[in-house]
């Protein structure tokens, strides 16, 4: 009871309208979607560009036509990818936003100081201060990196309004933080008591230990210092860019890797939790700081598997392959533990040729291990992989088409919405039909979407009938002459939609025993009686889609792309329940473009491409 789960950065808005400002806005300011719709309006004044530090940026964006339909993709791109540099600065590099742009100084830290940053820092700056302008200097609170500075110097002291507000906290499930968020930990546990729950591999000091490719980059660094001081060549570089900065010309530091699984594959963890440990020693004292170490033995005698041993290894930093890797010297392996042979084995190693494969061999090897070990069950089983969705036809196609016998319920997760839902892939065909050449595939797959049968009133059945009229009509691509003469220039009708849609009118207008060319194509005769109703349906559809595909073709503010894309969404979709949350985040996105316009971040117009 009276639990509240927070993500880090929720928490950290809460924490900072608790402590620095009620007046702090829901709606966080200077977010990434802000910065990007405000550097658009910025990119698109001529004046502003004009000036002498925009060189790169004036280069860039005048590299085409200014009438061509790319000036203004290239004007968004760069827009985005601006304010997502400005928000990692923003939540990584504090500092650099408080200290230096804002104060409109350059930026002084160790490897800023190159002949490549300084002209790449001008362009950045005029930016980040054009943004600056446009909140005024009245707002304290104009964006994260001010609010951080704010709330750590409240936390710095003893401050009763936290106390009163939380009790303790708990942080738990973090394998990485920004060391701006550090510091505001530390600074909360000046005042309350706070706990941090970390999973640590290791057991010993392994802070320092890299990966042999890591070593073999710094060996090569230190072989191109050496030789460049021998030739008395200038060469400046940073010094914690490496760790053979201190090492003399053409000596290696010695360099320990440990564990090289631990190497090679914790690096993320190594660094947070080298932040960690960094961070308790200069807060030791003000912090009160108490570090509990809770490292459990898997496997001490490595005798109970082979797994267990790998992961005692990792434990105590420790790697026998190099020292053991044979029992003596006649070239025998080292002999398993004791426990390995007993059941299944612990680590497997398959070579496949392809995903089908690896599944199939993923179900047989369940299969395998479920005999053998009657406890273990399907509920107790979860298969990782780096990206699921590549692999959900092969898990559908292996997993539900076994055998009654050998079928294991399984249940895919980890993907996102993008991956998972085909709603939001119809919506962005919607949003190409400008510049498609509407194949009959495409229309096929719109049509077969639920939640378009439902709004326009097709049943499975319907859609099997209407897939066969449009088939056989020979309707593949292009709306007619004209619009295949602009694709391909051709000028031809035939096969075309217009040629299909004929083919059906003709068919729909006929009587029994016509024998005629009504609009001067063969009839499709298939088309009578109850099945009328159907074609009625596909016209509505097909009207619907024809009109948007010349409407999205306009160039309008987003508060007026807002409205469009609300009718598209109302015209082509009835959703139903398993539907919802695609529909839901679509609205949130569309919400989102006109808050451009409502929020006076943008007011220009722009086209969808």
Same mark, same amino acid.
């Given at each position: ?6 993500t ?28 990007t ?30 009438k ?25 590099r504090?500092e650099?936003?408080?200290? +230096? ?14 002949s +490549?940053?300084?002209?790449? $820092? ?28 704010? /709330? ?8 009763? #309004? ?10 738990f ?6 060391p701006?968020e ?13 706990y ?23 060996q ?6 050496s ?8 060469f400046k ?14 000596? #290696? ?15 993320? #963890? ?15 004292e ?14 001490s ?21 190099? =020292? ?15 426990? $390995?042979?007993?059941?299944a ?8 040729h392809?995903p089908?494969?690896?599944?199939? #061999?993923l ?38 088409s076994?055998?009654?016998?050998h079928? =294991? ?12 839902s ?6 962005? %065909? ?7 050449r ?14 378009v049968?439902r ?6 059945e ?31 009708? $035939?096969f075309?939609? +217009?040629?299909?849609?004929?083919? @059906? ?26 099945n009328a109703g ?31 894309? %609300? ?18 985040e679509?609205?949130?996105?569309i919400?989102?473009?006109? @808050? ?6 943008? +007011?220009?117009? /722009?086209?969808?491409?």
């Amino acid at each position: 009871a009276n639990i509240r789960y927070l993500t880090l950065s929720e928490f950290f808005w809460e924490l900072s309208r608790v402590v620095v400002s009620p007046d702090i806005p829901r709606q966080i300011p200077l977010a990434k979607a802000e910065m990007t719709w405000r550097l658009m309006g910025v990119l698109g004044d001529a004046e502003f560009i004009g000036n002498s530090g925009l060189e790169p940026v004036r280069q860039y964006l005048g590299a085409d036509d200014p009438k061509d339909d790319f000036s203004d993709l290239k004007r968004y791109q760069l827009a985005r990818s601006v304010a997502d540099l400005f928000d990692q600065y923003l939540v990584y590099r504090p500092e650099w936003i408080n200290a +230096s742009w804002d104060k409109d100084r350059n930026i002084k830290a160790p490897g800023s100081q190159g002949s +490549s940053w300084a002209p790449a $820092e001008n362009w950045q700056k005029l930016l980040w201060q054009e943004l600056q302008q446009q909140l005024g200097d009245e707002n304290d609170h104009r964006h994260r990196a001010a609010i951080h500075r704010a /709330l750590c110097q409240k936390l710095d002291r003893h401050n009763p #309004v936290v106390q009163r507000q939380y009790r303790r906290i708990f942080l738990f499930g973090v394998t990485s933080m920004p060391p701006a968020e550090e510091d505001v930990r530390m600074g909360l546990a000046s005042n309350i008591e706070v706990y941090l729950y970390l999973l640590n591999p290791c057991e010993m000091e392994w802070f320092d230990i890299r990966s042999a490719r890591q070593i073999s980059r710094l060996q090569k660094w230190d072989d191109v210092r050496s030789r460049a001081e021998k030739q008395e060549i200038g060469f400046k570089r940073d010094p914690q860019t490496s760790l053979l900065s201190a090492a003399p010309p053409g000596s #290696v530091t010695p360099i320990e890797i440990g564990n090289p699984m631990l190497a090679g594959q914790g690096g993320q #963890v190594r660094d947070f939790l080298n932040l960690v440990y960094s961070r308790m020693d200069q807060y030791l004292e003000s912090a009160a700081i108490v570090d509990e170490q809770r490292f459990e033995q898997p496997d001490s005698a490595r005798k109970l598997s082979l797994l267990s041993s790998i992961q005692q290894d990792i434990l105590e930093l420790n790697f026998r392959g190099e =020292i053991e890797q044979y029992a003596d010297l006649s070239g025998g392996p080292l002999e398993l533990p004791a426990g $390995e042979g007993n059941g299944a084995p612990t680590v497997h190693i398959h070579n496949c040729h392809s995903p089908l494969r690896e599944v199939e #061999v993923l179900h047989d090897q369940l299969l395998d291990l479920f005999d053998r070990n009657p406890e273990l069950n399907p509920r107790k089983v979860a298969v990782m992989m780096p990206r699921v969705a590549p692999y959900v036809p092969y898990i559908k196609s292996v997993f539900e088409s076994a055998t009654p016998g050998h079928r =294991i319920p399984c249940h895919v997760t980890d993907r996102t919405l993008v991956e998972e839902s085909p709603v939001l892939n119809s919506f962005e %065909t919607l949003l190409k039909l400008p510049e498609s050449r509407l194949p009959l595939s495409e229309i096929l797959d719109l049509l077969e979407l639920p939640a378009v049968r439902r709004k326009f009133k097709l049943d499975r059945e319907n859609y099997e009938i209407l897939k066969q009229w449009l088939i056989d009509s020979g309707a593949r691509w292009g709306l007619d002459a004209g619009h295949r003469e602009r694709e391909v220039h051709a000028a031809y009708d $035939e096969f075309s939609w +217009s040629f299909g849609l004929n083919r @059906m009118f003709a068919g729909y207008a006929m009587q029994a025993g016509d024998d005629c060319m009504p609009l001067g194509v063969l009839p499709l005769d298939e088309i009578e009686g109850g099945n009328a109703g159907i074609f009625d349906s596909f016209l509505r559809f097909w009207n619907a889609l024809t009109g948007f595909r010349e409407s999205l073709g306009n160039s309008r503010t987003p508060g007026d792309w807002k409205t469009e894309l %609300t009718r598209l969404l109302d015209t082509f979709y009835a959703p139903g329940e398993a539907e919802w949350s695609a529909f839901n985040e679509l609205r949130r996105g569309i919400d989102e473009l006109g @808050m451009a316009e409502t929020e006076h971040w943008y +007011s220009g117009t /722009l086209p969808l491409q």
